[in-house]
């Protein structure tokens, strides 16, 4: 009964911050149905448009019907446009309020959502009718709400303009991330080598493991590093003596000898932000493979 209640207080929490930027109070109880009766309006809706069209087709009153749109003024057409665009923006709005609590915070913060942050939230996620991407605001508005200030307005913006490839190759991106020991932010381990003089001479990053053996295509790597989630330049730890041991998320790596330098790529602020979002797990192929070719110098084990 208890996690019920919290579960319950959840939904009730999302539903009054979204009531804080529409004005609208939304009942817990009706919000799924809504989301649904909408979907289901929407596909009735494009199915009585077309048999109508197919109708107006064969029955050869194209002409009648042109000359009729023809007789309403400008300023009727441009309500019915302006009525139009301001219904599609309340549908994404409340698609987004369903998807939040089909999926509620899992703790509420004492601290309120900035006023500011909201408004702009509302005016971006009424603008998203792809699913995929209505799925991704709720999360931000969810996370929001267990801890206020995870998103800026600057990543709000960044979501905005995401586009669904982008999107899918970020995610990818996440599967080979992982938190950067003793230090906030993400990192990317792409090599592990020796250090000395000469080979931090002629060190090089054109055959790292990453990203060459990922799931990630060049284009997909670039495009990342252009939208400003991924620093272009990779970075080393500096001669990490035997019996290091460095937790990366589901896996441990402990170094064999001294002097190792494993490299890898930081996450800017934005992509450490934008991370948040997304929950895939840790492509073990890519580790093993690390494992394999660096044995000599590093144990990387799975911790379950």
Known sequence: MEDLAGLGKSVEKVLEVFARGTGILYEPLKIRRLAEAEAYKIG????????????????????????????????????????????????????VIALATLSPPKSIADEPIDSDWLNNFIENAETVSSNVMQKLWARVFVNEIEKPGSFSLKSLEFLKKLTRYEADAFTKLCRYITPRPHCKGLIVLSAIRQ??????????????????????????????????????????????????????????????????TPHFYSLTSLGNEIAQLVDVPLDDDYFNELQEEHSSLVAIEKIN
């Open 44 to 95: 009735q809706l494009a199915e009585a448009e077309a048999k109508k069209n197919k109708v107006l087709i064969e029955s050869k009153v194209e002409e009648k019907f042109i000359a009729e749109s023809a007789k309403e003024s400008l300023s009727d057409r441009a309500e019915q446009r302006k009525a139009h665009k301001e219904l599609l923006k309340q549908n994404n709005i409340e698609s």
């Open 195 to 260: 250090g000395g003089f000469i080979s931090d001479l002629f060190s090089s990053y054109t055959d790292d493991s990453f990203p060459r053996k990922s799931e990630l295509d060049l284009n997909e790597w670039m495009t990342l590093i252009n939208l400003g989630l991924v620093h272009a330049e990779g970075l080393l730890w500096k001669y990490l003596p035997k019996g290091t041991a460095i937790d990366l998320r589901c896996f441990k790596l402990v170094t064999k000898k001294n002097k190792v």
